[in-house]
């Protein structure tokens, strides 16, 4: 079955780069069929869409996060990733990395999800 | 951006009960609704796409319905199991943007 992981380190220190890769497996994100995005949930909080890409390299960015974001694929390793710059202790969250349908826009399936800290 | 927004935020539920939480769009999303359940510590779980279609092996007792802009996610019998957060979430446009989430808890 399709399963996404997510990895990169658990603490950031403020002003930095939080930068995390997702790694599919049981699909392939150069088929076309989906796009892949990234979701955050801030500890006790609701979920947060941060962006999405495509295998092409088409990406769409939540504008409240848009100045500060870059996700990009590497299709020879079935990864994608986030980077998000000039971080504060607001973007202390669970991220997670998603399938997202191309249609209807659903997510599904999840990674495990990973908590970034900031802090210094 | 769509705003989401769901109702009620929290609700005490008995096993056996019937639960109704509403979802309400900003605006028109036509059928382009899906639905999450989040229990503590776990990764969300997709329950109903496009409003009413079921995910592949979840029980038959949840249900999705609506259009536009009003939207219910239905439990037709609460089970143990179910007691969680529910999400509501647009795919309608971009940003994709999710409701704040509805507690479910035992009464």
């Known amino acids: 079955q399709v399963q996404l992981q997510e990895s990169g380190p658990g603490l950031v220190k403020p002003s930095q780069t939080l930068s995390l890769i997702c790694t599919v497996s049981g699909d392939s994100i150069s088929s076309g069929g989906y796009y892949w995005s990234w979701i955050r949930q801030h500890p006790g909080k609701g979920l947060e869409w941060i962006g999405y890409i495509y295998y092409t390299g088409v990406t769409y960015y939540n504008p409240s996060l848009k100045s500060r974001l870059t996700i990009s694929v590497d299709t020879s390793r079935n990864q994608f990733s986030l980077k998000l710059n000039s971080v504060t202790a607001a973007d202390t969250a669970v991220y997670y990395c998603?399938?997202?349908?191309?249609?209807?826009?659903?997510?599904?399936?999840w990674g495990q999800g990973t908590l970034v800290t900031v802090s210094s | 951006d769509i705003q989401m927004t769901q109702s009620p935020s929290s609700l005490s539920a008995s096993v056996g009960d019937r639960v109704t939480i509403t979802c309400r769009a900003s605006?028109?999303?036509?059928?382009?609704l899906n639905w999450y359940q989040q229990k503590p510590g776990k990764v969300p779980k997709l329950l109903i796409y496009a409003t009413s279609s079921l995910q592949s092996g979840v029980p038959s007792r949840f249900s999705g319905s609506g259009s536009g802009t009003d939207f219910t996610l239905t439990i037709s019998s609460l089970q143990t199991e179910d007691f969680a957060t529910y999400y509501c979430?647009?795919?309608?446009?971009?940003?994709?943007?999710f409701g704040q989430g509805t507690k479910v808890e035992v009464k």
């Open positions: 979430q647009q795919g309608y446009s971009t940003p994709r943007t």
């Open positions: 605006q028109s999303i036509t059928r382009y």
């Open positions: 998603a399938r997202d349908s191309l249609v209807y826009g659903w997510f599904d399936p």
